[in-house]
């Protein structure tokens, strides 16, 4: 019997496109040993970390340079893990399914403190060991990157190496030193470390030894002299930076499913308690035409026909008015929507908010913070209620039917009456939903606030879990109003987060503890359990309090001391007082230095462009020409097989439109709030069906050659799926739906056997209940739908199947009743629908 593979265990999983790795514009390289081979790993589910921005342009880079080659791999969701100990397959990546064990250097993106156990469990299944000191000569390197690595000690066991800061600035140099250890004889590994410490940005945890102070904390002792802390990889002029022009279109539901455009990185508006707006300074904006460029070729490469503009303050970006002006002007006759994130309370300007009104509308977010302004002073939040009225006015006016709001309980120096001050501003806010004309629904998003290294806060407590589950019901039983929706983040993950956050080296083993009891998926309500982690800490002998109580004496040294992120220390206690006596810090960006440490002024300094706001003004905008009123009607054929039948009706629907948007194909489409393409398929197959023809009905502005239309979708369609045919619909008449079809079914576990097909044709009937499309039980009878059954052999049958009831029977049905084959029979076997007028 042949050994177990991923694609035999796929017909097993939810959701197995996840795992096919065959998406537009990935990457598939010939394995050599002349290469470095690179994992990039994400520890989370492939929706969220397919919609990871940093992973995007790593892969590109390295996949850029021919000696290089980079694949990915991500969390397996905990019905694959199960396939794949219960087959006692490892982890292995997306384009060639290679063991992670047999990777140079694999690459972890650390975003969220739960998402560690994930990382545990991924190097377990991949057959790697979790710490350094256990590697041998053969072994991967591990390494680590992302803003968790601000603070890497709770982790620091299970990486070599550990890349703080921006990693497009650090990652060649890395596999550049890689290849040159190797032409030096692969030494044994420290040599390798010994020269990635020696590039800025790079922290080699084995090179610190851990000691104890008097009262019991850790303290971390250099073993060499030179190499006491490690300074912050920063990327200077983001228009010198890799982007990726032509982005991995993943299948699913990706939590960010649009081309996304990274406009500016940093932000300078000095919020204390916010740890990116510190750890990514200093601002630094891509030029205006730079963004138009590479969005223009992305949009082309992608098929994409939605666009966010990225940053941690988009509003605030120098030229958003004129930019925004300019991409809507050619994204118009593409039909592509500019979704905006949140936009920062009292940054909406006229012409912005102009630009806005032909915004597609979703929701809308604002995020006070704090419902006190005296607690917004503390904080640095730099927005009155008056900023928040007007923004909200302002959102619903440019038809908004949806607003978030976003506060934090638990800050510094909160008291009761801050937070009634969240109750009375959102009843401040209800009544502009309720103005002639206007129906709209404000959502309240609460969570407890958790102190975050290298913030001002980094030596406060974190309030209870009692106090925090009092202040959440407070809130949620006083805003029990009409048109007024709230949500809370679980204050017990807040509490596992911020042990995590502000944790030492003594919960390395704590972690693989926790993953032993089953910890995964820990930032997910489906999985969480508080209980377990307690129960974790108490037997791995923590006192969680140790990591949230804080400190009052801001020269108590800290874990991450070493970690220079370029905010001096001295700044953070200057915040920190400042936040006690309520005085506000300016944004450096429109007013004077604040003098935080960042900027030498020379190599790095902010970077915007004020100077370009008149950039495009001199250039006519384009015509608006109306869409074509044109309707032609071409009725596509092609095969879906191997791969591709994994994939689900809606994820078809997806890849045909981008494909034709690849292809420059001009789609028709309706009219309405939201047009959509007007594409149409002649059968909706089940997942896990490869069919030798399907047809789908295609509505083009413009008529087109069949065998231009053929050529010219035929490179945009991923493996698996191939065009084989193209005709005007007027030859074809309409899309042929056929109500008798022909199978061929090869089963990969049991067999057929001929006494069930006797006892088959013995039956004046045989029945089963069916749902109709409205829900209702229809009894089928499988004699009636039932033309032609035949075995080919011992593993293989023919049918030709029809309907009863108006229903169509399908393969499984007479699979299950009248072979009697068990759910995981049917599920593994393989069903391919022949084409049409097979015999």
């Known amino acids: 019997m042949s050994e177990t593979s991923i694609q035999d265990i796929l017909p097993l999983v939810q959701m197995p496109s996840r795992y096919l790795g065959s998406e537009i514009n990935r990457i598939k390289k010939s394995w050599n040993q002349t290469q470095v081979h690179v994992a990039l790993a994400f520890p989370d589910l492939y929706e969220i970390a397919t919609s990871h921005f940093g992973i995007q342009i790593l892969y590109g880079m390295l ?16 019905d694959m893990e199960e396939q794949l100990r219960k087959n006692r397959l490892p982890l292995g990546s997306l384009e060639s399914q290679t063991p992670l064990k047999e990777f140079d250097i694999i690459g ?30 053969k072994d991967p390197f591990v390494i680590g990157g992302g803003p968790c690595t601000c603070n890497p000690e709770p982790v620091a066991d299970f990486f070599d190496a550990i890349v703080v800061g921006d990693g497009e600035a650090v990652i060649l140099q890395m596999t550049d030193a890689w290849k040159d250890w190797l032409q030096s004889g692969r030494g044994n590994r420290e040599a390798l470390l010994d020269r990635w410490s020696l590039i800025k940005g790079v922290y080699i945890p084995s ?8 009262g019991g904390k850790q303290q971390l002792i250099s073993k060499r002299a030179s190499y006491r802390d490690v300074e912050r990889a920063v990327v200077s002029d983001l228009n010198m930076a890799p982007f990726p022009l032509q982005p991995i279109i993943p299948f699913g539901k990706p939590v960010h499913d649009r081309l996304r455009m990274e406009i500016a990185r940093g932000c300078t508006r000095g919020c204390r308690f916010c740890q990116a707006g510190m750890i990514y300074r200093p601002v630094r904006e891509r030029h205006p035409e730079s963004i138009l460029s590479s969005v223009s070729q992305s949009l082309e490469e992608s098929g994409y026909e939605d666009l966010s503009l990225l940053s941690l303050s988009t509003g605030d970006y120098s030229c958003i008015a004129p930019l925004m002006k300019k991409i809507m002007e050619f994204g118009a006759k593409d039909r592509v929507a500019i979704s905006l994130p949140s936009l920062r309370a009292g940054s909406l300007t006229p012409e912005l908010m102009e630009l806005i009104r032909k915004v597609r509308k979703t929701g809308f977010t604002i995020a006070p913070e704090a419902g006190s302004q005296r607690l917004r002073d503390v904080i640095n939040k730099n927005i009155t209620e008056a ?43 209800k009544p502009i939903t309720k103005r002639p004309g206007r129906s709209g629904k404000i959502n309240v998003s609460v969570a407890t606030f958790v102190p975050k290294p ?31 929706h709230v949500k809370w983040q679980d ?12 944790g030492d080296r003594k919960l390395n083993k704590v972690l693989i503890n926790a993953w032993k009891d089953g910890c995964r998926f820990d930032g997910w309500t489906d999985f969480f359990n508080y209980d377990r982690w307690v129960t974790v800490f108490e037997e791995s002998g923590i006192n969680t309090s140790q990591y949230t109580c804080g400190t009052s004496d801001t020269n108590q040294p800290l874990p991450w001391d070493h970690i220079n992120i370029g905010v001096d220390r001295s700044f953070l206690v200057e915040e920190k007082d400042r936040a006690f006596e309520g005085r506000i ?27 370009q706001k008149d950039l495009f003004s001199g250039e006519p905008p384009a015509a608006e020409s109306e869409p074509s009123e044109k309707s032609i009607k071409y009725v596509v054929t ?23 948007r690849r292809g420059g194909l001009p789609l028709k489409y309706s009219k309405g709030f939201h047009p959509m393409p007007k594409i149409s398929f002649g059968d909706t197959l089940p997942m896990g069906m490869q069919s030798e023809e399907e047809q789908l009905l295609v509505t083009l502005t413009e008529s087109i050659d069949p065998g231009e239309l053929v050529l010219r979708l035929r490179p945009q369609m991923p493996g698996g799926l191939e065009i084989t045919g193209c005709t005007p619909e007027v030859q074809q008449k309409k899309l042929e739906r056929d109500n008798k079809q022909a199978y061929r079914v090869e089963l990969k576990d049991g067999f057929f056997m001929e006494k069930d097909l006797d006892w088959f044709f013995g039956q004046q009937s045989v029945t089963i209940e069916r749902k109709s499309k409205k829900g209702k039980l229809v009894v089928v009878d499988l004699k009636k739908a039932v033309s032609e059954i035949r075995l080919l052999d011992r593993h293989q049958v023919f049918m030709s199947l029809g309907t009863d009831n108006n229903l169509m029977v399908r393969p499984g049905h007479v699979m299950k009743t009248v072979f009697n084959l068990s759910d995981r029979q049917i599920l593994t076997a393989i069903i391919t629908k022949r084409k049409k007028n097979y015999v």
């Open 387 to 429: 900023d928040i009225v007007d923004t909200v006015e302002n959102a619903f006016s440019l038809g908004w039917k949806m607003i978030k709001l976003y506060f934090m309980v638990g800050l510094p120096t909160e008291t009761q009456a801050d937070i009634e001050a969240i109750v009375d501003l959102v009843k401040h806010l």
């Open 585 to 611: 810090t300016k944004d450096c960006r429109t007013g004077s230095c604040s003098g935080c440490g960042v900027c030498d002024f020379e190599s790095l300094k902010p970077v915007s462009f004020h100077d």
């Open 207 to 214: 090179f610190f030894d851990v000691s104890l102070d008097s």
């Open 491 to 502: 204050p017990r993950v807040s509490m596992i987060e911020g042990v995590w956050a502000r």
């Open 108 to 137: 972890f993106s650390l975003l969220y403190e739960l998402n560690y156990t994930n990382m545990v469990n991924m190097l377990d299944l991949g057959g790697v060991p979790f710490f350094t000191e256990q590697r041998k000569e």
């Open 454 to 484: 290298h913030t001002p806060f980094q030596w406060e407590p974190q309030i209870s879990l009692e106090t925090a589950l009092e202040k959440i019901n407070w809130l949620k039983e006083n805003l029990k109003l009409p048109g007024i």
């Open 638 to 660: 092609f095969k879906k097989m191997n791969a591709s039948r994994f994939l689900g009706h809606l994820e078809m629907i997806k890849i045909f439109i981008r494909s034709f």
């Open 63 to 78: 996949n850029a340079r021919e000696n290089i080659l980079a694949e990915r791999v991500f969390a397996p969701a905990v």
